[in-house]
């Protein structure tokens, strides 16, 4: 009676720590890549002047081009999609992870290396911007190839939350990354910050990238447990149906990506260029915004398999909707208390972790396995290209235009109240079901 437990503990045991290391492997590229997009966030003014900005230019012009350069990194993500989802779909989730981590790291560490425009001239922000373009290629694989092998991975009824721990990555990356500026901030002089301090954060990625490296190297990528891979008489995805499903993903996640990247990553430039705070005040805000949304992802994800993704979803961009504005108001009003400006923060940010916790397993659950890397890093990348890559240089130049200072509500709320009409159709038992 004692014989059978025993004979099977072990094989639990392995099938434990793969999964785990599964999950491991998958997140921690996640976290490199968007320290990173963090960290130019939060540094945007900075990077602007050091390339962007010429004789006889204003900051305010230095900034939509160093924003510009932002939103263009953003638009080679859907080509990374493509490139590293097919290679996923085809040869492995686990070298494609590999490359894809490989290439974000060194092409973060050579920013911190790059000469700035006093140095070099003209030369300074074009090779900026083949760097991110770089970057973008990479991140557009890494989501695909990440939340695939996450969720394929993932034990039966926990789907959502293994899907979540990509999105946790991506605050804790961010939250690094904001955290970091703020020290570096605090620490040194501003002179010192804009000479050389702000390389410091882009160098950082080098320790960061070989730890993801040595990690996915060392993942083997037998057949997920519980998810068999698809025979080979199994039907072809008809591109018509791979295209209605990207976009269809597109308008689900569309909220999530604008009113993350409002709050979490647009919010520093914001603060200071149109409220006039300094750059200190900006960072705190934030981080704890970034806080805010980490804090919310796992919750949000192991909620969504017990009640569906739906309705924790719909919950997330209904909540950006009625409260983006009054939160800005909050932070705008001169005679707001430090503590109610951290909590308008604080719970901008959670109101997209409830679409971000969900988020990555709702988008593995609309694509078949054969085409799972590149159907849902395409939709999400496109989704980011469109309503995040150009959230800042759409804010900040729409402010410029109208005095404005309101714009980042409207704009995080109007792309929130259209995904709610796509999070609709969602069916509210598809987190029960396997994946295809």
Partial sequence: ?????????????????????????????????????????????????????????????????????????????????????????????RPT?????????????????????????????????????????????????????????????????????????????????????????????????????????????????????????????????????APADAPAVRPRELARAVVLGIGRVMGWSAAGYTFLVVLPSYLQATLGASLREALLATALANAGFAASILPAGALSDRIGRRPVMLGGALGVVLLALPLLRLLQSPGASPWSRAGAVLLAGALVGLMAGPGPAMLAEMFPRRVRCTGLGLAYSLANAVFSGCAGLVITALIARTGDSSVPAYYAAGACALSCFALLGLRGRDHEEPLR
């Avoid at 993500?77 to 290679?87: C, S, W």
């Fill in 97 to 229: 992870l590999i490359v894809v981590v490989g290439l974000m790291t060194l092409a973060t560490v050579m920013i911190g290396l790059l000469p700035t425009r006093a140095a070099i001239g003209a030369a300074a922000p074009w090779l900026l911007t083949l760097l991110r373009v770089l970057q973008g290629l990479s991140a557009g694989g890494e989501f695909g190839g990440a939340v695939a092998l996450m969720t394929e991975y993932a034990p039966v009824g926990r789907r959502g939350l293994y899907g979540a721990w990509q999105s946790f990555t991506v605050a804790l990356g961010l939250l690094t990354g904001a955290g970091t500026a703020a020290a570096l901030a605090s620490a040194l002089p501003a002179d010192a910050l804009h000479a050389w301090g702000w390389r410091i954060p882009f160098l950082l990625a080098l320790p960061l990238g070989a730890v993801a490296l040595w990690l996915r190297t060392a993942l083997a990528e037998p057949p997920p447990p519980q998810q068999p891979a």
């Fill in 1 to 93: 009676m004692t014989v059978r437990p025993l004979a099977l503990r072990p094989a639990a045991a392995v099938r434990t720590s793969t999964t785990r290391r599964a999950l491991l492997a998958g997140s921690v590229g996640n976290l490199v890549e968007w320290y990173e997009f963090g960290v130019y966030g939060c540094l945007a003014t900075v990077i602007a002047a050091n390339f962007f900005r010429y004789e006889g230019s204003s900051g305010a012009e230095a900034l939509v081009a160093a924003y510009a350069s932002f939103a263009l990194a953003f638009f080679f993500r859907p080509v990374g999609a493509v490139l590293f989802g097919r290679l996923g779909d085809r040869v492995g989730r």
